[in-house]
């Protein structure tokens, strides 16, 4: 049996067979996009593992095989099951050709992670899927001052807007800035590489008129070139979704019909933000998921899931390790990240208020300190997931008036 597709323009499998990501970057391969070189393990090989523990027969050799067609010094081992799950799986970068079969029985298993786990029950994801295995050609974001790594949506994930937005950080590899390990730049600050942000706008455009909505993408710059590492439909909040909606339906992109169904429940519920009023203000980082929440400080993922009432998490960064605190926090503050890191994205797709990037402040085991005061475990305190501020105690709340983009829609239903 044949357990590798190579990827390209013309590989016409389903997401079901080669993974969500394998089949993103066969979409941006087909938009004329440049994406390093790769192929995918499938998901079928990848149940053979999960079942016997063991590559099924023949994966070995065509592993072998395909690696060397490659021709790569280097490569990225990543997962990419059919349904997303961002950060939930193990990424293996810089891998040389001999660890190659190794890094992905290392992928294959971490489909059975607890954080794995605990992101498909939040999210109802079938746990007999399976994963996809994307090897890939390795392009170097910290080659050179001219090289980089960033994240990008076509419009702003909180507000709607239709304007590029994202994270940007010059001289590192990919992970760098979705797992919040740095503070990264604006997407603006790309403008020093023009040639790099001009070709990633054109490439917004092109891949947002492909799908009809709003997009994500990863991507790599190295010495000025701009490569393409991930795609898919962007995860934005209430009051964002519905704005792209109605904003997509006056472009006559889609019917307003269609614009109407795009929209959840859920979304019309959160898309009410709310605004703290009249607090003391604490701290300010960055907004990175709108709303307002009130809860007790804690500073571990193991404690807010064993809390017995509302918590903000508060955490120099969070990583797919701390899956079960955010599930059961009301908020989560973090010291580093942007609005693309791991803190944000899962907090958005929750819909749950994150401050990320909270510059000052530092956390131990019992205690947080902002600017040299020392704030317990315990202690109260309320978040702006808009503004980024941080207040201490129960802060006042006020709901902004209603949007004009929600009223339309729910006129035209």
């Not at 294959?108 to 994801?125: E, H, M, Q, V």
């Not at 604490?282 to 009130?294: D, E, F, H, K, M």
């Not at 315990?378 to 978040?383: E, K, M, P």
Request: negative net charge.
């Amino acid at each position: 049996m044949k357990w590798i597709r190579h990827l390209s323009a013309d590989l016409a499998e389903s997401a079901e067979i080669i993974g969500g990501k394998a089949f993103g970057l066969t979409t941006l391969m087909r938009l004329g996009l440049p994406v390093p070189p790769a192929f995918v393990v499938t998901t079928a090989a990848c149940r053979v593992f999960l079942h016997t523990g063991q590559f099924p027969d023949g994966l070995g050799t065509q592993l072998a095989a395909a690696v060397a067609e490659l021709g790569a010094r280097q490569v990225s081992v990543r997962s990419g099951s059919e349904v997303s799950m961002p950060g939930m799986m193990n990424t293996v970068l810089n891998v040389d050709r001999e660890d190659v079969e190794r890094s992905v029985a290392a992928v294959f298993g971490s489909w059975n992670t607890p954080r794995a786990k605990t992101y498909r029950a939040l999210n109802d994801i079938p746990e007999d899927l399976g994963t996809a295995v994307t090897v890939q050609k390795m392009v170097y974001g910290n080659h050179d001052e001219h090289s980089g790594t960033g994240v990008a949506f076509s419009r702003n994930p909180n507000t709607g807007e239709p304007i590029p937005y994202g994270d940007v950080l010059f001289g590192h590899q990919g992970e760098a800035v979705v797992s919040g390990t740095s503070s990264p730049l604006p997407l603006a600050a790309l403008d020093r590489e023009t040639e790099v942000l001009a070709k990633l706008t054109e490439a917004l455009a092109a891949i947002e008129d492909h799908y009809r909505d709003a997009c994500y993408v990863e991507f790599t710059f190295e010495a000025g070139e701009l490569w393409f590492l991930q795609v898919r439909p962007g995860r934005f909040t209430g009051r964002a979704a519905i704005r792209v909606a109605v904003d997509l339906a006056d472009a006559d992109v889609i019917s307003r019909a269609e614009a109407v169904h795009r929209i959840s429940r859920h979304d019309i519920e959160t898309a009410q933000t709310a605004h703290m009023t009249a607090a003391t203000v604490l701290a300010r980082g960055l907004g990175a998921c709108p709303g307002v929440a009130t809860g007790a400080v804690v500073t571990t993922s193991d404690k807010a899931a064993q809390a017995s009432g509302p918590v903000i998490l508060v955490r120099p960064e969070t990583s797919p390790l701390d899956m079960h605190g955010l599930a059961a926090a009301k908020g989560v503050v973090t010291a580093r990240g942007g609005p693309a890191s791991h803190a944000a994205v899962v907090a958005r797709a929750m819909g749950k208020p994150a401050v990320v990037g909270v510059q000052g402040l530092t956390v131990d085991h019992s205690s947080v300190n902002v600017d040299g005061r020392v704030i317990l475990e315990g202690t109260l305190v309320t978040i702006d997931g808009t503004s980024g501020e941080i207040a201490l105690g129960q802060a006042e709340v006020t709901t902004a008036e209603n949007d004009p983009h929600l009223t339309r829609l729910l006129g035209w239903t």
